[in-house]
């Protein structure tokens, strides 16, 4: 159920961004912050009108890209689920989490909603082994996360069960 999702975003909606900046080199970054922003990633065809505009070599916007934690390359969804997987986490059920993501929204870790609304990605050891399994959406740590706390979890955010 996983989208790299086309129709939430035009080449015209790419090209109104990326000419809010002038043709200099070093307006890369905030062109990648305002598609980062707007899409919850970076669509390669915006980073190729980007590199078009800016004139600089798609290899290297790709290579900024891909430096930076922040920016992703792969649709992400307005609330990001953060599984943690590391070995506490893990051994207490962390499992569980990603296969009751599944049940609600469809997605496995590296998949997006095809509304872009819930993407799932999963992560080493964030610290909160104490509360192990631990989930982290968007920037908020949930801990001791159940089948049935996640359901609420999802709910809170707007998500809907799947039927
Ligand atoms: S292993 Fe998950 S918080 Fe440490």
Same mark, same amino acid.
């Given at each position: 159920?996983?989208?790299?999702?086309?129709?939430?975003?035009?080449?015209?909606?790419?090209?109104?961004?990326?000419?809010?900046?002038?043709?200099?080199?070093?307006?890369?970054?905030?062109?990648?912050?305002?598609?980062?922003?707007?899409?919850?990633?970076?669509?390669?065809?915006?980073?190729?009108?980007? !590199?078009?505009?800016?004139?600089?070599?798609?290899?290297?916007?790709?290579?900024?890209?891909?430096?930076?934690?922040?920016?992703?390359?792969?649709?992400?969804?307005?609330?990001?689920?953060?599984?943690?997987?590391?070995?506490?986490?893990?051994?207490?059920?962390?499992?569980?989490?990603?296969?009751?993501?599944?049940?609600?929204?469809?997605?496995?870790?590296?998949?997006?909603?095809?509304?872009?609304?819930?993407?799932?990605?999963?992560?080493?050891?964030?610290?909160?082994?104490?509360?192990?399994? !631990?989930?982290?959406?968007?920037?908020?740590?949930?801990?001791?996360?159940?089948?049935?706390?996640?359901?609420?979890?999802?709910?809170?955010?707007?998500?809907?069960?799947?039927?």
């Amino acid at each position: 159920m996983a989208t790299n999702g086309n129709q939430l975003e035009t080449e015209e909606q790419f090209q109104e961004i990326i000419t809010r900046y002038p043709t200099e080199q070093r307006y890369i970054m905030p062109i990648m912050h305002d598609l980062r922003n707007r899409y919850h990633y970076l669509p390669r065809k915006a980073l190729e009108m980007a !590199a078009a505009h800016l004139q600089v070599p798609l290899s290297q916007v790709y290579s900024m890209a891909t430096f930076y934690k922040a920016f992703s390359l792969i649709p992400r969804g307005r609330v990001r689920l953060k599984t943690c997987d590391g070995t506490t986490c893990h051994i207490k059920g962390s499992q569980t989490i990603i296969e009751e993501v599944y049940k609600n929204l469809g997605i496995r870790p590296g998949e997006t909603t095809p509304d872009r609304e819930f993407s799932l990605e999963t992560v080493n050891c964030i610290g909160a082994c104490a509360i192990a399994p !631990a989930l982290i959406v968007n920037d908020k740590v949930y801990g001791k996360v159940t089948a049935a706390s996640l359901k609420t979890i999802i709910r809170e955010y707007g998500g809907r069960e799947n039927e």
